[in-house]
């Protein structure tokens, strides 16, 4: 059974910081592009980052130059280091990987990490 288990997210006032960090687990044979995207109450899944294989990283805008994705392959994990953070970055954050099991390969989703950013 593999799973995708974020985990890092809190209540932290405008402007703190938060690391989350997501774990892949399961028979897995290979790792490729792993993501984080995040839901705000009310509004539509929105992708936040993305790390390739080969540690290319891509940002959305909201985000660019606030938030650091990075990866560890060895460990089969996705981390995003979240700085100067906003009230309007509160959402449930959602680690995405696309694995590879003996079944091939299959884009896997977390169960989500809360983070609110509140004073």
């Known amino acids: 059974q593999v799973q995708l288990v974020e985990s890092g997210g809190g209540l932290v006032q405008p402007g703190g910081s938060l690391r989350l960090s997501c774990v892949a687990s399961?028979?897995?044979?290979?790792?490729?592009?792993m993501a984080w995207f995040r839901q705000a109450p009310g509004k539509q899944r929105e992708w936040v980052a993305t790390?390739?294989?080969?540690?290319?990283?891509t940002y959305a805008d909201s985000v660019k130059g606030r938030f650091t994705i990075s990866r560890d392959n060895a460990k089969k994990s996705v981390y995003l280091q979240m700085n100067s953070l906003k009230p309007e970055d509160t959402a449930v954050y959602y680690c995405n990987a696309d694995l590879r099991t003996s079944d091939g390969w299959r884009t896997y989703w977390g169960q989500g990490t809360q983070v609110t950013v509140s004073s």
């Open positions: 790390v390739t294989f080969g540690n290319r990283k």
């Open positions: 399961g028979s897995i044979v290979d790792t490729n592009r």
